[in-house]
């Protein structure tokens, strides 16, 4: 393995070549009940508030006005004006909601209910649910095409990737990937979607022309053993050249070149890394390593560790703001 | 002959439910349609009794075991729902004493090819091999003797019930974490005491702990609560434990509720007590939310109103290891999921933080061991630092070079 930087004149290195541009991350912190607000220039937490109980699944609105947030305990999502960093409503969820996705058009958000079996589709302006979809059992990752029209749910028990038709609201089709699916993600050009099995520890690439699986992505870090190598949030770089997958008590990052299917580097961050999100200048994919209590900030052209900040009680989730 | 048919209460809304989403999928595109559907029949055999306890809550709940193999029939069939496959569940109850060879035989022949068996070591070897020729596939989720997986293991026996060595393993390790190195060991004078104790001797010995000395606790057959009861046991256990070398904790080997629950709070000297009292090893514990825990609690709690304890988990476990058979090679016959368990393929998510797999040489489920008293889980073993070349898990009970099971 390649040997890291010191951190700091990575840090130096990429803030001098690079001077990025400030927006503003947002962190749901599963023990602590709050949201950590980052500046991603600075890389310092700017802002802490106080939350619904056990957030955990967090997204943004596309004008970067409103942080939606799965608070689980309490079953709901919260909204939360980015002006004021106050919550300001909530969207009816159904229970414990986990994760979500929104619409590409901005209007629709779609939840897992992980006790029900249920994804709630809902509309956000009027804040109604539209309907729920029965899926398999405890429901978790949500991935949505570029084009909006099919929506990806994975259900940890029963192993799936459903297919659902955003008009019809039917599932059309159901895919068999490896033990505890947790995260769908298509790729920019909507030809796949990456699904990750947390205890059977690989990432299926599922063709979207066929709903075949075309590629099982294994990971093998000396040292670790296999079972330790726990797959969870995906996110593949904007031009799809790249994906980055987070494998849990592992500690590290997957760095996957998407035309080899190949890992190039495992990226050493905190402790548990759960979720990943990139900065909108895709300079940075952040970490959110809910053990350590940290997120860690990599550098997409290099893919080193730059930095590491502290946040709140088990970082979970993390977003960036667009704008 | 006392055999009564539990009505599975859940079944119907499975269905329910099961309609619903073959007819919403049904009309949806090419792979969701359901294929011919399969169904696939579980039988749960229990031997059942009304059993006293030191503590009336420690009293097992009347559908202990019956209740997990329900929630893992739900599950099933939600999966089975995309698949064509179909999971039921017939549960015959005996009494602890009976013969089990006839009511199994009943099962089988109205079509039951799984049968969970919640019996006695004997009873489930009498129906092991009554079940064997007619390629019956049972799985134990309740007998923690170590001699069914060795020299008495059955090829067409998967155990989800760890053994006692497996229990003592991972308490061992532990007290060794720790570094609570003495131990006292106080046995009972029934069979499953005995077993137990000697699994804590071997566990000693494996791991480095040391027992600076034993002693019997006697049943003489009183009763197990009385209304004055507390005081005079606030008298017995200090003396009971008077005369004992130095030690770090006192383990209680009382596998029949005699004393075991009477040791924390009234010893001699102020020491904790852990195995059968106080912190005890389990496979599973009421209160685990870690590793996703919180979903399987709050869907059994749903379900069955009542918290989830080992036994449920245990049988949860075997259903989910049929069911995954099933997914994965699309069938219900037997011998195929059988086969598919006992392969490399095989694992199954089970809240446990890892996949859990079937050791190959005697079909036991590795599967960590949780250490919690009343209402924390404290830890769960392997601890850190027991390794092994294989899984960490085979840290824990006997391991391949020692097994004297041949199929």
Request: proline share 5%; net charge negative; hydrophobic share 40%.
């Given at each position: 393995?390649?040997?890291?930087?010191?951190?700091?004149?990575?840090s130096?290195?990429?803030?001098?070549?690079?001077?990025?541009?400030?927006y503003?991350?947002?962190?749901?912190?599963?023990?602590?009940?709050?949201?950590?607000?980052v500046?991603?220039?600075?890389?310092?937490?700017?802002?802490?508030?106080?939350?619904?109980?056990?957030?955990?699944?967090?997204?943004?609105?596309?004008?970067?006005?409103f942080v939606?947030?799965?608070?689980?305990?309490?079953?709901?999502?919260?909204?939360?004006?980015?002006?004021?960093?106050?919550?300001?409503g909530?969207?009816?969820?159904?229970?414990?909601?986990?994760?979500?996705?929104?619409?590409?058009?901005?209007?629709?958000?779609?939840?897992?209910?992980?006790?029900?079996?249920?994804?709630?589709?809902?509309?956000?302006?009027?804040?109604?649910?539209?309907?729920?979809?029965?899926v398999?059992?405890?429901?978790?990752?949500?991935?949505?095409?570029?084009?909006?029209?099919?929506?990806?749910?994975?259900?940890?028990?029963?192993?799936?990737?459903?297919?659902?038709?955003?008009?019809?609201?039917?599932?059309?089709?159901?895919?068999?990937?490896?033990?505890?699916?947790?995260?769908?993600?298509?790729?920019?050009?909507?030809?796949?979607?990456?699904?990750?099995?947390?205890?059977?520890?690989?990432?299926?690439?599922?063709?979207?022309?066929?709903r075949?699986?075309?590629?099982?992505?294994?990971?093998?870090?000396?040292?670790?053993?296999?079972?330790?190598?726990?797959?969870?949030?995906?996110?593949?770089s904007?031009?799809?050249?790249?994906?980055?997958?987070?494998?849990?008590?592992?500690?590290?990052?997957?760095v996957?070149d998407?035309?080899?299917?190949?890992?190039?580097?495992?990226?050493l961050?905190?402790?548990?890394?759960?979720?990943?999100?990139?900065?909108?200048d895709?300079?940075?994919?952040?970490?959110?390593?809910?053990?350590?209590?940290?997120?860690?900030?990599?550098?997409?052209?290099?893919?080193?560790?730059?930095?590491?900040?502290?946040?709140?009680?088990?970082?979970?989730?993390?977003?960036?703001?667009?704008? | 002959?006392?055999?009564?048919?539990?009505?599975n209460?859940?079944?119907?809304?499975?269905?329910?439910?099961?309609?619903?989403?073959?007819?919403?999928?049904?009309?949806?595109?090419?792979?969701?349609?359901a294929?011919?559907?399969?169904?696939?029949?579980?039988?749960?055999?229990?031997a059942?009794?009304?059993?006293?306890?030191?503590?009336?809550?420690?009293?097992?709940?009347?559908?202990?075991?019956?209740?997990?193999?329900?929630?893992?029939?739900?599950?099933?069939?939600?999966?089975?729902?995309?698949?064509?496959?179909?999971?039921?569940?017939?549960?015959?109850?005996?009494?602890?004493?009976?013969?089990?060879?006839?009511?199994?035989?009943?099962?089988?022949?109205?079509?039951?090819?799984?049968?969970?068996?919640?019996?006695?070591a004997?009873?489930?070897?009498?129906?092991?091999?009554?079940g064997?020729?007619?390629?019956?596939?049972?799985?134990?989720?309740?007998?923690?003797?170590?001699?069914?997986?060795?020299?008495?293991?059955?090829?067409?026996?998967?155990?989800?019930?760890?053994?006692?060595?497996?229990?003592?393993?991972?308490?061992?390790?532990?007290?060794?974490?720790?570094?609570?190195?003495?131990?006292?060991?106080?046995?009972?004078?029934?069979?499953?005491?005995?077993?137990?104790?000697?699994?804590?001797r071997?566990?000693?010995?494996?791991?480095?702990?040391?027992?600076?000395?034993?002693?019997?606790?006697?049943?003489?057959?009183?009763a197990?609560?009385?209304?004055?009861?507390?005081?005079?046991?606030?008298?017995?256990?200090?003396?009971?434990?008077?005369?004992?070398?130095?030690?770090?904790?006192?383990?209680?080997?009382?596998?029949?509720?005699?004393?075991?629950?009477?040791?924390?709070?009234?010893?001699?000297?102020?020491?904790?007590?852990?195995?059968?009292?106080?912190?005890?090893?389990?496979?599973?514990?009421?209160?685990?939310?870690?590793?996703?825990?919180?979903?399987?609690?709050?869907?059994?709690?749903?379900?069955?109103?009542?918290?989830?304890?080992?036994?449920?988990?245990?049988?949860?476990?075997?259903?989910?290891?049929?069911?995954?058979?099933?997914?994965?090679?699309?069938?219900?016959?037997?011998?195929?999921?059988?086969?598919?368990?006992?392969?490399?393929?095989?694992?199954?998510?089970?809240?446990?933080?890892?996949?859990?797999?079937?050791?190959?040489w005697?079909?036991?489920?590795?599967?960590?061991?949780?250490?919690?008293?009343?209402?924390q889980?404290?830890?769960t073993?392997?601890?850190?630092?027991f390794?092994?070349?294989?899984?960490?898990?085979?840290?824990l009970?006997?391991?391949?070079?020692?097994?004297?099971?041949?199929?």
């Open positions: 393995m390649r040997r890291y930087l010191p951190i700091f004149a990575a130096l290195m990429a803030s001098v070549a690079t001077p990025a541009s400030a503003m991350a947002y962190i749901s912190n599963e023990r602590g009940n709050t949201v950590s607000i500046d991603t220039e600075k890389m310092e937490v700017v802002e802490t508030i106080n939350v619904g109980q056990r957030p955990r699944g967090i997204t943004i609105s596309h004008d970067g006005k939606y947030l799965c608070a689980s305990d309490d079953d709901t999502v919260e909204i939360i004006d980015t002006a004021t960093n106050k919550i300001v909530s969207l009816p969820s159904g229970p414990d909601p986990e994760l979500f996705v929104l619409s590409p058009d901005g209007k629709t958000l779609y939840v897992a209910n992980e006790d029900d079996n249920l994804v709630t589709v809902i509309d956000i302006e009027s804040k109604r649910v539209i309907i729920e979809i029965p398999g059992v405890e429901p978790e990752g949500m991935g949505i095409s570029p084009d909006g029209k099919t929506l990806v749910n994975t259900s940890e028990t029963t192993n799936m990737a459903h297919f659902i038709d955003t008009e019809t609201h039917e599932i059309t089709h159901n895919v068999l990937v490896d033990s505890r699916p947790r995260f769908a993600e298509f790729k920019p050009d909507g030809s796949e979607v990456w699904v990750s099995a947390e205890i059977g520890g690989t990432v299926s690439v599922i063709d979207n022309e066929t075949e699986i075309k590629h099982k992505i294994t990971f093998d870090i000396p040292g670790l053993r296999p079972e330790s190598i726990q797959p969870v949030g995906v996110r593949i904007a031009d799809g050249s790249k994906a980055y997958v987070a494998l849990g008590p592992a500690n590290r990052v997957a996957v998407t035309s080899t299917y190949e890992v190039t580097k495992y990226v961050v905190g402790q548990r890394v759960w979720q990943l999100a990139f900065t909108p895709q300079k940075h994919v952040i970490s959110t390593n809910g053990i350590s209590n940290d997120v860690t900030f990599i550098d997409v052209a290099s893919d080193e560790p730059v930095q590491s900040v502290t946040v709140g009680d088990q970082p979970w989730g993390v977003v960036v703001a667009p704008n | 002959m006392n055999r009564k048919n539990v009505p209460f859940l079944l119907s809304l499975v269905f329910l439910l099961f309609i619903s989403i073959s007819g919403a999928y049904a009309q949806g595109g090419s792979n969701a349609a294929k011919t559907s399969i169904e696939i029949r579980i039988g749960y055999l229990r059942f009794e009304a059993e006293l306890a030191l503590s009336v809550l420690d009293i097992p709940p009347v559908n202990a075991g019956v209740a997990g193999a329900e929630v893992g029939i739900a599950d099933n069939n939600t999966t089975g729902s995309f698949l064509g496959q179909k999971f039921t569940l017939d549960v015959v109850q005996i009494k602890p004493d009976e013969d089990a060879v006839e009511p199994f035989n009943q099962m089988v022949q109205s079509g039951v090819k799984f049968v969970l068996a919640d019996l006695s004997e009873q489930l070897l009498a129906i092991a091999d009554a064997r020729e007619k390629g019956i596939i049972i799985f134990n989720v309740a007998s923690r003797e170590d001699a069914l997986r060795e020299e008495q293991c059955r090829i067409n026996v998967f155990h989800t019930a760890p053994t006692y060595s497996m229990l003592a393993d991972g308490l061992a390790q532990y007290l060794i974490w720790k570094q609570w190195r003495n131990w006292v060991l106080i046995y009972g004078s029934h069979e499953p005491d005995q077993l137990f104790a000697e699994a804590l071997r566990a000693a010995e494996r791991f480095g702990g040391t027992i600076v000395a034993e002693k019997e606790f006697e049943d003489t057959g009183t197990r609560r009385s209304d004055t009861g507390v005081t005079q046991i606030q008298r017995l256990m200090p003396v009971f434990t008077q005369e004992l070398p130095n030690h770090d904790i006192l383990l209680a080997a009382d596998e029949s509720e005699v004393f075991g629950g009477y040791l924390p709070y009234r010893t001699w000297v102020p020491r904790p007590v852990a195995g059968s009292a106080g912190l005890r090893p389990s496979s599973w514990h009421p209160a685990s939310e870690q590793w996703g825990g919180t979903q399987i609690q709050n869907r059994f709690e749903k379900a069955i109103k009542r918290r989830m304890i080992s036994v449920d988990m245990n049988a949860w476990t075997a259903v989910r290891s049929i069911g995954e058979g099933a997914t994965r090679t699309q069938s219900g016959d037997p011998s195929a999921i059988a086969e598919f368990i006992r392969s490399d393929e095989f694992q199954v998510a089970a809240f446990r933080g890892q996949r859990l797999t079937y050791r190959k005697n079909q036991q489920l590795r599967q960590p061991v949780f250490l919690g008293d009343g209402s889980v404290v830890s073993s392997p601890q850190e630092g390794l092994h070349q294989v899984s960490e898990l085979d840290t009970g006997i391991d391949q070079p020692e097994t004297e099971c041949q199929f």
